[in-house]
């Protein structure tokens, strides 16, 4: 097929195709005599395991070497590490926006909990200084 049907299938621009083939995440394709490209089938599948694996916070990098290129199989531990190393990566991210988001909610319960006689500004500051000590236990009162 050519690249303008497989970009109707895909749902991608051809120059998003282009770009993947031009970067290795899909297998060189043959040229016919009038020197356009022809994608097989499987060219639709790899398209959406890229934009799927993108849409899961895959990197291109992380991607390519757990595609099925040239040999047409999987490599199942690569495969199989890369899926577990993104799983991780995702749990850190998680540890981080869970504190940081205790860290604002400090913030904003002591900001709600204006004591007598504090202006603004020397509240903010008190806060500020709380949260570049990350004393998030600290903020809770």
Known sequence: MKIGELAKRS?????RI???EAN????SVT???NGYRDYDEDAVWILEIITGAQAAGFTLDEIRPLLPLNS???SHDKLLTGLKRKIAEIEALQQRLAYSKAQLQSAIQTIEQ???GESC???TQSVLERL???GVADMVR
């Open 31 to 33: 040229r016919q005599a």
């Open 72 to 74: 047409g199989s999987w």
């Open 24 to 27: 290795g995440l899909m297998p």
């Open 11 to 15: 749902g991608l621009t051809a120059s």
């Open 18 to 20: 282009r770009f993947y």
């Open 121 to 123: 500004a020397d509240q």
């Open 114 to 116: 204006n004591p007598q």
């Open 132 to 134: 570049r000590a990350g």
